[in-house]
């Protein structure tokens, strides 16, 4: 049972964190690592 109770309050706590960069990330308006092909297209389109 003590077993069972701690891997259920290590699954809550990294939920919680997931969850805590999920909206960090949300609100920081960050569009992620451009790819390199992507990154190409883009200037050549200019």
């Known amino acids: 049972m003590m077993?069972?109770?701690?891997?259920v309050a290590v699954a809550r706590e990294l939920a919680g964190f997931v969850?805590?960069?999920?909206?960090?990330v949300q609100t920081s308006a960050w569009k992620?690592?451009?790819?390199?092909?992507s990154a190409r297209s883009e200037a050549s389109a200019h």
């Open 3 to 7: 077993k069972t109770k701690a891997v």
């Open 19 to 24: 969850w805590a960069i999920g909206r960090e």
């Open 32 to 37: 992620g690592i451009p790819e390199p092909n």
